[in-house]
């Protein structure tokens, strides 16, 4: 490694961030106030958001600068080269017209679960988006990855990312996630209750866990009124059981 290695990558850390910053928030942002946001000198700053603006990621407007839409580009290409996306696209689209819910993707990176699909109706939705990730121990899908994977990455992604409580509900030790994760095995499916959000629940099972997929799942998740009793356990079970067959046969071929 040369020793300009370090500034390289510490620069494109601190473009990272500027455009981060700029991403999450809801409204364009002067140099002086994303400087303090970020922690850098304007002078830094101002020539990070000159080089996103020649690259077409960062627009001006009114002296202020907010993300381009050139920023969906390279997010749709990488989700249509992803295997699992290709596969389980349309098969998550039938489910959630098939049952009238929000019908998520999920696929573990790197110890974390990132949202990568959803469909489902515009009356609820989750409080998150596509490419968002989360720890996997705190929702359906992603608790039914760690049920699919070997003990020894397991405890990788725990020592990485710990268990941390997202909720009053979410399982934070390393006891009761295996208590849970054997569960999951033994019924072959997860489910989430207010362990990721406060009143809503959900269902997810893995599939793709193979050479040729990565670790992956599909999840129906809504409002606790909404999904409960016979309807969950039975009506909402079986189909999510049948469309995660489908997909893994799909894999398969």
């Known amino acids: 490694m040369s020793s300009q290695s370090p500034k390289i990558v510490e620069a494109t ?3 990272f961030e500027i455009l ?22 304007k002078g830094v700053t101002y020539n990070h958001l000159g080089t996103l603006s020649e690259l077409g990621y960062v627009r001006k407007e ?29 098969h998550v689209d039938n489910l959630a017209t098939t049952t009238g819910e929000v019908v998520t993707l999920l696929v573990e990176e790197d110890g974390l679960g990132i949202c990568t699909y959803m469909a489902g109706t515009d ?31 397991i405890d990788e992604i725990v020592a990485r990312h710990g268990l941390p409580s997202v909720t009053d509900h979410t399982i934070s030790d ?8 054997r569960s999951i095995r033994d019924k072959g499916i ?16 893995s599939f793709g866990l193979d050479e040729r997929a990565p670790a992956a799942a599909i999840g129906i998740c809504g409002p606790r009124g909404q999904l409960s009793g ?6 909402i079970t079986g189909q ?11 894999l398969r071929k």
């Open 13 to 15: 850390t601190h473009s």
């Open 20 to 41: 981060e910053t700029l991403v999450e928030a809801d409204r364009p942002m002067g140099v002086t106030e994303l400087s303090n946001a970020v922690g850098l000198s």
């Open 62 to 90: 009114n002296r202020k600068y907010c993300p381009s839409l050139r920023l969906l580009s390279p997010g749709e290409q990488t989700r249509s080269n992803h295997e699992a996306y290709r596969v389980a696209r349309s």
């Open 123 to 153: 009356i609820w939705s989750p409080d998150y988006v596509c490419g968002d990730a989360f720890p996997l121990h705190v929702s359906a899908p992603g608790k039914a990855i760690l049920a699919a994977l070997e003990t020894d990455r």
């Open 174 to 181: 390393r006891q009761s996630l295996e208590t849970e994760l």
């Open 190 to 205: 997860a489910f989430s209750r207010e362990e990721q959000f406060e009143g809503v629940v959900g269902i997810g099972i």
């Open 230 to 235: 016979r309807y969950l356990q039975e009506d």
């Open 240 to 250: 999510v059981i049948s469309t995660a067959k489908s997909i893994q046969v799909e």
